[in-house]
Nanobody
Framework: QLVESGGGSVLAEGSLRLSCVASGITYRDPCMGWFRQAPGKEHERVATVDGYEHTAYAPSVKGRFTITSDKDKHAVYLQMDSLKPADTAMYYC?????????????????WGQGTQVTVS
């Protein structure tokens, strides 16, 4: 089970921090990530972090967003700075219970319920 928190409404250039805590995950050091989905669009990979804490970002957020993880807590965080209206979407935490840390949403099997981020 993945539980996200931290979404909300913010003005452009503002910041938000998303949190996701996973429970019941027995796979050791899984790839964890954040995806987002705007109305009428497909899931978009925002950022991922693997078991070695290697990170990867979508070009549209690189330099503005930072993903971190806490292995002991099975948690992943997304610090979002310099937010833009184009960042408005439902943000989802996801975990991959297999090797590798891909970018496609379909490669992740565990998903949270999502948290809304609105930038105006």
């Amino acid at each position: 089970q993945l539980v996200e928190s931290g979404g909300g409404s913010v003005l452009a250039e503002g910041s938000l921090r998303l949190s996701c805590v996973a429970s019941g995950i027995t796979y050791r050091d899984p790839c964890m990530g954040w995806f987002r989905q705007a109305p009428g669009k497909e899931h978009e990979r925002v950022a991922t972090v693997d078991g070695y804490e290697h990170t990867a970002y979508a070009p549209s957020v690189k330099g503005r967003f930072t993903i971190t993880s806490d292995k002991d807590k099975h948690a992943v965080y997304l610090q979002m700075d310099s937010l833009k209206p184009a960042d408005t979407a439902m943000y989802y935490c996801a975990v991959r219970l297999n090797s590798g840390c891909p970018t496609r949403a379909r490669d992740f099997s565990e998903w949270g319920q999502g948290t809304q981020v609105t930038v105006s």
